[in-house]
T-cell receptor
Framework: QKEVEQNSGPLSVPEGAIASLNCTYSDRGSQSFFWYRQYSGKSPELIMFIYSNGDKEDGRFTAQLNKASQYVSLLIRDSQPSDSATYLCAVNSHNTNAGKSTFGDGTTLTVKP | EAGVTQFPSHSVIEKGQTVTLRCDPISGHDNLYWYRRVMGKEIKFLLHFVKESKQDESGMPNNRFLAERTGGTYSTLKVQPAELEDSGVYFC???????????FGSGTRLTVV
């Protein structure tokens, strides 16, 4: 079992729809959770981080964390073609105080006009 | 604010040769990380510096890899001698806090032939 698993994708949604990206993790003691966006041929860019159970909203993005279920998700409302990218889930374990992140494979999102 | 700078952007070397990658973090970021992504795999942690000290080098694959961060500013990652399986994209990232998410550099694409 991988430490961080993301829905395999690719995911395709029409413009204006809600895109839902999911991630599960195996280390129950994980403390910090991140979503990065990576455009093709570019480096990952941090878009959200969340530490506490519940929802965290930033513009069209909402991160949801459920530590009991070891599940973190990213919702993108009013999806735009410019949101088309690979989304990476990253998790920091409680076994480190040093910021090491474990990444999932990523989910590729395509938003169709 | 200047971002994280990596060079070279691409490097093609023969098996057995030596390559040195360089990373300049964002000024004031004490935390510097090296990650790599080999073909078809997820981004994997190599090591983490806090200032000039190696905080965690658990991801370094073997003793052919040597990372330094003299003076706590820029960092180098040397691969000597390079093997075919070392091919991939090497990312550097930096952060102020240990668990606040990263700013990634644009990466160095290393090809060993």
């Amino acid at each position: 079992q991988k430490e961080v698993e993301q829905n395999s994708g690719p995911l395709s949604v029409p413009e204006g729809a809600i895109a839902s990206l999911n991630c599960t993790y195996s280390d129950r003691g994980s403390q910090s959770f991140f979503w990065y966006r990576q455009y093709s041929g570019k480096s990952p860019e941090l878009i959200m981080f969340i530490y506490s159970n519940g929802d965290k909203e930033d513009g069209r993005f909402t991160a949801q964390l459920n530590k009991a279920s070891q599940y973190v998700s990213l919702l993108i409302r009013d999806s735009q073609p410019s949101d088309s990218a690979t989304y990476l889930c990253a998790v920091n374990s409680h076994n480190t105080n040093a910021g090491k992140s474990t990444f999932g494979d990523g989910t590729t999102l395509t938003v169709k006009p | 604010e200047a971002g994280v700078t990596q060079f070279p952007s691409h490097s093609v070397i023969e098996k057995g040769q030596t390559v040195t990658l360089r990373c300049d973090p964002i000024s004031g970021h004490d935390n510097l990380y090296w990650y790599r992504r080999v073909m078809g795999k997820e981004i994997k942690f190599l090591l983490h510096f806090v200032k000039e000290s190696k905080q965690d080098e658990s991801g370094m694959p073997n003793n052919r890899f040597l990372a330094e961060r003299t003076g706590g500013t820029y960092s180098t990652l040397k691969v000597q001698p390079a093997e075919l399986e070392d091919s991939g994209v090497y990312f550097c990232a930096s952060s102020q806090g240990a668990s606040r998410g990263y700013t990634f550099g644009s990466g160095t694409r290393l090809t060993v032939v």
